[in-house]
């Protein structure tokens, strides 16, 4: 299924994909982690509930995108052994892509006049 799903170059990534790979392209973070940024960077307007996260992850672990890493030295413990994610260089890729994509679409909408009225507010 993700693989299908990313043998299209320039198929757009799924929202939820897209803020997973936005959540560890910096640092890598295990699956609650990743949920409460998520959740915080969208102002709750996302909420990745476990389910559809780990679904995703699988995904995204199948199509090359991320990988799953040993936990960093004194990770915490509670609740048992959490797992930790890292972007690989395929996934740094395809976010790059979302991202210029989405620069596009903004630049279309700047150009006309898309939120001017939101922006002098």
Do not use: C
Not at 33 to 38: F, G, K, Q
Not at 43 to 71: H, Q, T
């Amino acid at each position: 299924m993700a693989q299908d799903s990313l043998k299209k170059p320039q198929q757009p990534l799924k929202p939820k994909w897209f803020h997973i790979l936005l959540s560890i392209v910096d640092r890598e973070l295990h699956g609650t982690a990743i949920m409460e940024e998520v959740l915080q960077r969208t102002g709750g307007g996302i909420r990745l509930w476990p389910g559809a996260l780990y679904g995703a992850l699988g995904d995204l672990s199948e199509g090359g995108l991320i990988r799953e890493v040993d936990p960093p030295d004194g990770a915490p413990t509670e609740g048992g052994k959490r797992r930790f994610y890292a972007i690989t260089s395929r996934g740094r890729n395809a976010l790059a892509r979302e991202v210029a994509h989405m620069e596009g679409l903004v630049l279309e909408a700047r150009a006309k006049r898309v939120g001017e009225d939101l922006r002098g507010a």
